[in-house]
């Protein structure tokens, strides 16, 4: 049974966030809110989280998992940035945008995409993701949760409780989620394709 964690929106609980850190070194699995939708997570290295995100959302192995990141610096241990690729991914966090890059040595192999050899990163605009990745000191592992044959991300902590209890270890609920997924831009090449239109503007990648 999935424990449930009710955090306050703008003021976090500094114990309950210490405890949700806890639990993901720990080896749980997450179910948390995002400034885009509800997400999955779990602790950067765990080969478990990932087969279990993977057995939950049904995604096979060209999928781009996302490591989802506190700031810049943090950032840029993950993934290599040129300089204008690094002005258009400035100018567009923190918020709902995925970014998708070439990882760096700090990846895990199990996360690259097995051809391009990239990976998903992101900086949230959302204050409980911020202050879970402050006590964490690293990046979460997360794909969003959207279930199977299900076109739209769950939205709300207790629905996800419910139908999620038994495949999840935790529920993260502030009360104040997006419900879009974050929209995804592949730099891989150097130049901004527009993968997956979602909460973020694509205006200026157009």
């Known amino acids: 049974m999935a424990r449930y964690f009710d955090v306050h929106p703008d003021?976090?609980?500094?114990?309950?966030?210490?405890?949700?850190?806890?639990?993901?070194?720990?080896?749980?699995?997450?179910?948390?809110?995002?400034?885009?939708?509800?997400?999955?997570?779990?602790?950067?290295?765990?080969?478990?989280?990932?087969?279990?995100?993977?057995?939950?959302?049904?995604?096979?192995?060209?999928?781009?998992?996302?490591?989802?990141?506190?700031?810049?610096?943090?950032?840029?241990?993950?993934?290599?940035?040129?300089?204008?690729?690094?002005?258009?991914?400035?100018?567009?966090?923190?918020?709902?945008?995925?970014?998708?890059?070439?990882?760096?040595?700090?990846?895990?192999r199990k996360l690259l995409h097995p051809k391009k050899k990239t990976v998903g990163v992101r900086i949230p605009d959302h204050t409980v993701v911020q202050a879970l990745l402050a006590e964490l000191g690293e990046p979460l592992l997360s794909s969003t949760l959207l279930l199977p044959d299900e076109k739209e991300p769950l939205t709300q902590g207790w629905e996800i409780k419910e139908r999620l209890d038994h495949v999840v270890d935790a529920v993260v609920d502030s009360g104040d989620c997006g419900t879009e997924p974050t929209t995804v831009i592949d730099f891989s090449s150097g130049e901004a394709e527009i993968v997956r239109r979602g909460a973020g503007d694509t205006s200026r990648f157009e």
């Open 11 to 108: 003021n976090p609980q500094p114990r309950t966030i210490s405890q949700v850190a806890d639990s993901i070194r720990s080896g749980a699995l997450i179910a948390y809110p995002t400034d885009s939708c509800f997400a999955l997570g779990c602790q950067l290295g765990s080969r478990d989280g990932i087969d279990r995100i993977r057995s939950i959302r049904q995604l096979d192995d060209r999928h781009h998992f996302t490591l989802v990141c506190q700031n810049f610096a943090q950032l840029g241990q993950f993934v290599q940035v040129d300089n204008d690729v690094f002005r258009a991914v400035k100018a567009s966090t923190p918020g709902s945008y995925t970014f998708i890059l070439p990882a760096t040595r700090e990846v895990p």
